[in-house]
């Protein structure tokens, strides 16, 4: 029987235990409730320095999309990178997945939802799980 | 009151690729070239300002000093991203403000050689052997391409398809159109360092880079140098009729940060600084966006220049596509923007952009640009972005006699 791979999520933002599946999670701040994603000192909208954490929308719409055609030679190209800002509060860049990267295929305003993929696999058989988004129906 | 502050030198070197110079050699050329425009000598400079991104943290005011005179003024050493040569020019600045100078000189300067677009970040990186998170996000591995892109051509493609989501008739041609333009423009530019027209189908032709930014509507990179002589009104009636005759008035010198807005979690937000810095700069001159009779803007990509249109108010809101379309910002239309070649066809010497703008807008002002004279012309403003973010904007006026 072979166990299943140890799965970390690339960036500590991304929640792959959730009840409800893999989801974002942002720090909130309890004075103004502005989010970031990243750890933190203060509040960059008020200065206050309590935060919680809160987990976000899985839907969102495509504010503005580029197609990468040139790249580091260890990034595949092309690809599909995205500003989306999530139903329900929150903004946040990343790829967009299960799509041609066409700017015919690809349209600004765009609905899409939370996916997850494998981006990575290290010494130990360690897998690295990424974000991503994919057009919703 | 305030005392009035003035440019009364100013330079340029070529922007192009020097390998056989070192960046001493191109800051010292252009505050020689600078101080001689000022019939000013370096014994007379109270305050030397420097910006310079990769050699601000090695002292290099003080090396160029070493070349052009060391005369123990105080020295800063300035770095603020793609803003760096403007935060020069505005520190210098400042030293007249606060008194501490009646005459000072900034110099701007960068040698990039072919570092190619994407700069260091266009070099592979190591994958980690093991899985440990770090740094503000918990990364286990670099996330460029995994996570979307952060670099310059993809950020910047970013923020132009997001006026374009919120606005009408914007769109690749749009886009596009922007580089057809400061290509045609930087033709008449002796100091550019490309020349070369090209259609709007080889623009859009090019190879893409980040769509919809293709390599023609990239700025490249490079190396020069800028300088500008400043000094106070009170200084400047002490000086000779030949030096007051060609003075330049900054009726406006600003510069701003990005204030919070809730999209800076996915990319740095060049627009809101732009605005604030543009509503500030016209109230401190007391003129408005029809005032202008060019404009030396950020064009570090094409999509960059369109949005800046409106963000500098330039035209009616979301009326930037049509601003374009109908060729306002040609050197013939309405408001002449980038009329060097900008950013994508004169380069982007980082450090020595923002007073390379100055350097031309006062050329212009003075009637001196040549070939590629906006006749008349009276009123100009330089615009700068640094990514994450910087904004330094400047109003200069024509001497009134």
């Known amino acids: 029987m072979t166990e299943a791979p140890r799965r970390v999520p690339v960036v500590d933002y991304l929640s792959l235990d959730g009840a409800g599946g893999p989801v974002l999670r942002a720090n909130a701040c309890t004075a103004c409730g502005a989010l970031f994603f990243d750890r933190r000192n203060a509040c960059a909208r008020c200065g206050a320095r309590e935060f919680e954490h809160r987990p976000l929308g899985t839907t969102g719409t495509v504010r503005a999309f580029t197609i990468v055609k040139r790249a580091a030679p260890n990034v595949p190209v092309p690809y599909v990178s995205a500003v989306v800002a999530l139903d329900g509060g929150g903004v946040v860049k990343a790829n967009i997945r299960d799509v041609e990267p066409d700017p015919a295929q690809v349209t600004l305003g765009m609905r899409v939802a939370l996916t997850t993929f494998t981006c990575g696999t290290d010494v130990e058989g360690t897998e690295a799980v990424a974000f991503g988004f994919a057009p919703a129906t | ?401």
């Open chain 2, 1 to 401: 009151m305030a005392d009035d502050l003035w440019i009364i030198g100013a330079s340029m070197t070529p922007f192009g690729r020097f390998p056989d110079r070192d960046v001493i050699d191109l800051a010292a050329t252009a505050a020689l070239d600078a101080l001689d425009d000022a019939s000013a000598t370096i014994a007379e400079m109270q305050t030397l300002a420097v910006g310079c991104l990769t050699e601000a943290p090695n002292m290099l005011g003080q090396r160029l000093q070493k070349q052009i005179g060391q005369t123990g003024i105080p020295v800063y050493n300035v770095a603020n991203a793609c803003a760096t040569g403007a935060t020069a020019v505005r520190t210098a600045l400042l030293t007249l403000k606060a008194g501490e100078a009646d005459m000072a000189l900034a110099v701007g300067v960068e040698q990039m050689g072919k570092m190619g677009l994407l700069g260091s970040a266009g070099r592979a990186r190591p994958e980690p052997a093991g899985y440990e998170p770090s740094g503000r996000y918990g990364s286990v591995m670099p996330v460029e391409g995994i996570l979307g892109t952060q670099l310059m051509p993809g950020v910047f493609a970013q923020a132009g398809m997001e006026y374009a989501y919120e606005h009408d008739g914007v769109g690749f041609e749009q886009f596009a159109k922007v580089a057809e333009k400061n290509h045609a423009h930087s033709a008449l530019n002796p100091l550019a360092q490309y020349r070369k027209v090209f259609s709007l189908e080889e623009v859009m032709g090019a190879e893409m880079v980040a769509y919809p930014n293709t390599l023609l509507m990239c700025c490249p990179t490079g190396d020069g140098a800028a300088a500008v002589v400043v000094c106070t009104g009170t200084k400047l009636k002490t000086l000779d009729p030949g030096v007051r005759r060609r003075a330049v008035k900054i009726s406006a010198s600003v510069l701003t940060s990005d204030p919070y807005v809730e999209s800076d979690t996915a990319q740095p937000d060049v627009s809101t600084l732009t605005k604030r810095a543009a509503a500030q700069a016209y109230e401190q001159a007391g003129l408005g966006p029809s005032d202008l009779d060019l404009v030396e803007l950020h064009d570090c990509f094409a999509t960059a220049e369109l949005i800046h249109y409106e963000n500098l108010q330039l035209c009616e809101p979301g009326g930037a596509g049509d601003f374009i379309d109908r060729r306002a910002p040609w050197r013939d239309g309405t408001t002449p923007v980038n009329v060097s070649g900008g950013l994508i066809s004169k380069g982007h010497p980082i450090g020595a952009t923002g007073v390379a703008n100055l350097y031309e807008v006062a050329t212009h002002l003075r009637g001196e640009a040549g070939d590629r004279q906006i006749e008349g012309a009276r009123v100009g403003l330089t615009h700068v972005i640094g990514l994450g973010s910087a904004c330094g904007v400047h109003i200069l006026e024509r001497a009134t006699s």
